[in-house]
């Protein structure tokens, strides 16, 4: 069974410049989750989305960051402008079904670097 | 406000030793703990959990306990191995399958 696949693995841009991130969760998986990990920090949910529906973005900092799940497979999330502090590992996982406290998978990550 | 506290952000542990690594949460209304476990360059992959309304749960080298009371878990290896080194994350379960993680601590299993 294939995992959860994010690209791109790594991305360094300036202050200002606009990114985004791409996610492809387990077949089958409805729940989808982005989360930010900064250095040295446990991962911190940004959105949860069930299907192609947001549950909760309550930790999303809507002024520069987004995130869509078309058609409730792939997701992206773009941050624009970005900010030194968004520095981090952007993470991804899926899992079966919310309300059952189905395992949480995690692809592997994208690091950003903002300089 | 961290729900989720690891208070040790590394450990040192001689290889056949047991490894103990603690957790303390704040919120009661958490139903599930669980423990992921994270090598460089890769996303955490789920270890070992515990429901809220047990105390101990054991998998192979791998046991946690969980004191209610005391808004504490711990995580025991035993025996240790250099394989274990990576960086562990306690994580508590909300309403919704929200996770909440700790700050994570670096375990060093020395051969």
């Known amino acids: 069974e294939a995992g959860v696949a994010q690209s791109p693995r790594y991305k360094i841009i300036e202050k200002r410049q606009s990114v985004a991130f791409w996610c492809n969760p387990i077949?089958?998986?409805?729940?989808l989750y982005w989360y930010q990990q900064i250095l040295g920090q446990g991962p911190k949910l940004l959105i949860q989305?069930?299907?192609?529906?947001?549950?909760?973005d309550s930790q999303l900092p809507k002024d520069r960051f987004s995130a869509e799940r078309l058609k409730g497979v792939d997701s992206t999330l773009k941050i624009q402008p970005a900010k030194l502090e968004d520095s981090a590992v952007y993470l991804c996982?899926?899992?079966?079904?919310?309300?059952?406290?189905?395992?949480?998978?995690f692809g592997p990550g994208t690091r950003l670097t903002v300089l | 406000d961290q729900q989720v506290k690891q208070n040790s952000p590394s450990l040192s542990v001689q290889e056949g030793r047991i490894s103990i690594l603690n957790c303390d949460y704040t919120?009661?209304?958490?139903?599930?703990f669980l423990w992921y476990k994270k090598y460089p360059a890769e996303g955490p992959t789920f270890l070992i959990s515990i429901s809220s309304i047990k105390d101990k749960n054991e998998d192979g080298r791998f046991t946690v306990f969980l004191n209610k009371s005391a808004k504490h878990l711990s995580l025991h290896i035993v025996p240790s191995q250099p394989g274990d080194s990576a960086v562990y994350f306690c994580?508590?379960?909300?309403?919704?399958?929200?996770?909440?993680f700790g700050g994570g601590t670096r375990v060093l299993v020395k051969p």
């Open positions: 994580a508590a379960r909300a309403a919704g399958n929200k996770l909440t």
């Open positions: 919120n009661s209304m958490f139903d599930y």
């Open positions: 996982a899926s899992s079966l079904d919310p309300y059952s406290g189905d395992t949480q998978y």
């Open positions: 077949s089958g998986h409805a729940t």
């Open positions: 989305f069930q299907n192609n529906g947001v549950v909760d």
